[in-house]
């Protein structure tokens, strides 16, 4: 089993609606949780983090995280063209919290 | 305000041969980790030094190497190149405190032929 878990799409959503990322993870340890967008031939940039359970809003992104069911997932809503890209979740786990452990990464398209 | 620095942005190396990578963090962060992408694996974490320390290292063979300045620079080295680890490397850095998030740099792709 695979310690971060996405669903590697592509999702896609037409403009103007919410889309939904997942992602599971294996270790009952896990500590903090991020969501990381990365354009085709980018490096992944920071969009989100969250610590504790329950939902953080920053402008169209909502992440949530549920540590009992070991699943964080994150909300865009009014999507836009410019979110088309693959979206990483990392977690970091208690010990080794300077090492993120990544998912595969789901790709989402957002249609005109 | 600067961001992460990765020098090279490109490389082509022989197998056999060695390479060495180069990545300045963001002013003030202390902490340097470095990443391989490629398309079959994904994001791997190779290591990461805090304070001129490897604090974490991932799986990966003896081959890969790095280390730590004082000014919080760091480097990454790969001896002995195989075909295999031709990918996009990856370097993040972040003040320090334990789990939060990294600020990546845009990468050196190596392509080992």
């Known amino acids: 089993q695979k310690e971060v878990e996405q669903n590697s799409g592509p999702l896609s959503v037409p403009e103007g609606a919410i889309a939904s990322l997942n992602c599971t993870y294996s270790?009952?340890?896990?500590?903090?949780f991020f969501w990381y967008r990365q354009y085709s031939g980018k490096s992944p940039e920071l969009i989100m983090s969250?610590?504790?359970?329950g939902d953080k809003e920053d402008g169209r992104f909502t992440a949530q995280l549920n540590k009992a069911s070991q699943y964080v997932s994150l909300l865009i809503r009014d999507s836009q063209p410019s979110d088309s890209a693959t979206y990483l979740c990392?977690?970091?786990?208690?010990?080794?919290?300077?090492?993120?452990?990544f998912g595969t990464g789901t790709r989402l398209q957002v249609t005109l | 305000k600067a961001g992460v620095t990765q020098t090279p942005r490109y490389l082509i190396k022989t197998r056999g041969q060695q390479v060495t990578l180069s990545c300045s963090p963001i002013?003030?962060?202390?902490?340097v980790s470095w990443y391989q992408q490629t398309p079959g694996q994904g994001l791997q974490f190779l290591f990461e030094?805090?304070?001129?320390?490897?604090?974490n290292k991932g799986n990966f063979p003896g081959r890969f190497s790095g280390r730590q300045f004082s000014n919080s620079r760091s480097e990454m080295n790969v001896s002995t190149l195989e075909l295999g680890d031709s990918a996009l490397y990856l370097c993040?850095?972040?003040?320090?405190?334990?789990?939060?998030?990294?600020?990546f740099g845009s990468g050196t792709r190596l392509t080992v032929v």
């Open positions: 030094y805090f304070s001129e320390t490897q604090r």
């Open positions: 270790d009952r340890v896990s500590q903090s």
């Open positions: 969250i610590y504790s359970n």
């Open positions: 990392a977690v970091t786990n208690t010990g080794t919290a300077s090492k993120l452990t």
């Open positions: 993040a850095s972040s003040f320090g405190d334990q789990g939060l998030g990294y600020t």
């Open positions: 002013s003030g962060h202390r902490s």
